[in-house]
């Protein structure tokens, strides 16, 4: 089993930034691909960013690349989404995933899912 907790969200301004982390424990990740998700209100869970957690295979949505950044500290067995310049359509929770296949993880199947972290964006 793997246990994800996010934190980070809150409330902030377009143009401002965010960093989400996601505190991993349980199995040893080596072999596990992270990811990022995100649901607005009304809307299905969207891809946002993953990565493996041997640090390559980085991927981002076309609507967050270049702004957002995936990343991983693996002694403090944590990924971060580096949130700049958030615009007002970003508002939603977010969610951390882990999966140990990358296509499903990518695909919104991952194995493991966090309770989420909501970020407000306001205009």
């Known amino acids: 089993q793997v246990q994800l907790a996010d934190s980070g969200g809150g409330l902030v301004q377009a143009g401002d930034s965010l960093r989400l982390s996601c505190a991993a424990s349980g199995r040893t990740l080596r072999s596990y691909t992270m990811a990022w998700f995100r649901q607005a209100p009304g809307k299905g869970r969207e891809f946002v960013a993953a990565?493996?957690?041997?640090?390559?295979?980085?991927k981002h949505a076309d609507s967050v690349k270049g702004r957002f950044t995936i990343s991983r500290d693996s002694a403090k067995n944590t990924v971060y989404l580096q949130m700049n310049d958030l615009k007002v359509e970003d508002t939603a929770v977010y969610y951390c995933?882990?999966?140990?296949?990358?296509?499903?993880?990518?695909?919104?199947?991952?194995?493991?899912w966090g309770q989420g972290t909501q970020v407000t964006v306001s205009a």
């Open positions: 990565l493996r957690w041997s640090g390559d295979g980085a």
């Open positions: 995933a882990a999966g140990l296949s990358s296509t499903t993880v990518v695909a919104g199947r991952p194995d493991y």
